[in-house]
């Protein structure tokens, strides 16, 4: 569950970022408006269902959400993005950089680790188990 809570803290985190550049004056930009308006929306419903539902799916939806947001930034940042051209300065873009890099992180941990509890052993246990079956 504690993996669970580091990735909804690092999608609301992402999530917060980008209500606050929206509230700063992003919702005036043509296509940029809108998708930070759904990346803030978006961002806190994954986090309601990652601690709410124990489910593959918000996990799943959290690493998109993080490799979605932070390749957005990145093609902002090199080439451009709806007539946007970011810069790697400031907090806000170090905050929401590192967030949505622990969310992929995070999420993908979260996934690897249901998977194994859901197959009602440890990878060490399976182990001892093929390996006692071999005598």
């Given at each position: 569950m504690?993996?669970?809570m580091l990735t909804a803290v690092a999608v609301l985190v992402s999530a917060y970022v980008h209500l606050k550049l929206w509230l700063d004056g992003f919702r005036?930009?043509?296509?940029i408006?809108?998708?930070?308006?759904?990346?803030?929306?978006?961002?806190?419903?994954?986090?309601?269902?990652?601690?709410?539902?124990?489910?593959?799916l918000p996990p799943l939806l959290a690493v998109g959400f993080?490799?979605?947001?932070?390749?957005?930034?990145?093609?902002s940042?090199?080439?451009?993005?709806?007539?946007?051209?970011?810069v790697w300065r400031g907090s806000y873009v170090l905050a929401a950089?590192?967030?949505?890099v622990v969310a992929v992180v995070?999420?993908?941990?979260v996934?690897?680790?249901?998977?194994?509890?859901?197959?009602?052993?440890?990878?060490?246990?399976?182990f001892a188990v093929r390996r006692a079956n071999l005598h």
């Open positions: 504690k993996m669970r005036d930009l043509h296509m408006g809108p998708a930070f308006m759904l990346n803030a929306v978006a961002g806190l419903v994954i986090a309601v269902a990652l601690v709410t539902w124990r489910h593959w993080g490799l979605s947001t932070f390749g957005a930034f990145v093609t940042a090199t080439v451009g993005l709806y007539g946007v051209h970011e950089a590192v967030s949505e995070a999420g993908v941990l996934l690897l680790q249901e998977r194994s509890a859901s197959s009602g052993l440890e990878p060490e246990h399976r």
